[in-house]
């Protein structure tokens, strides 16, 4: 109704291999897209317990999330495409696009 994008971001995906397909495979069925896999990574909890994002750490997942970061906004610049005019787009891809990586 909206036409708003689906996004999915599989957490802890090693953690249950045949689950994370079923995921993937119900978001790409209702048309979703699956941004990216994250495996389980004792580094999130460190990085809470310093009160740090993961993404102001050394872990590898934080190359993975800023590149999830990079298809969200992309799959976020197609929806404003398609909303008419050049004003609208703007809006849109500003919204979308509002939360910060």
Avoid: Y
């Amino acid at each position: 109704h909206f036409r708003i994008p689906l996004a999915v971001l599989i957490n802890k995906a090693d953690l249950n291999a045949a689950e994370a397909a079923a995921l993937a495979e119900s978001a790409r069925t209702r048309g979703g897209v699956v941004v990216g896999e994250l495996p389980f990574d004792p580094a999130v909890t460190e990085a809470m317990i310093r009160r740090r994002a993961v993404t102001e750490t050394s872990s590898p997942l934080a190359d993975t999330l800023a590149t999830v970061w990079d298809r969200v906004q992309d799959m976020a610049r197609a929806a404003a495409d398609k909303v008419g005019s050049p004003e609208n787009q703007k809006q849109v891809a500003a919204h979308l696009c509002s939360l910060h990586p």
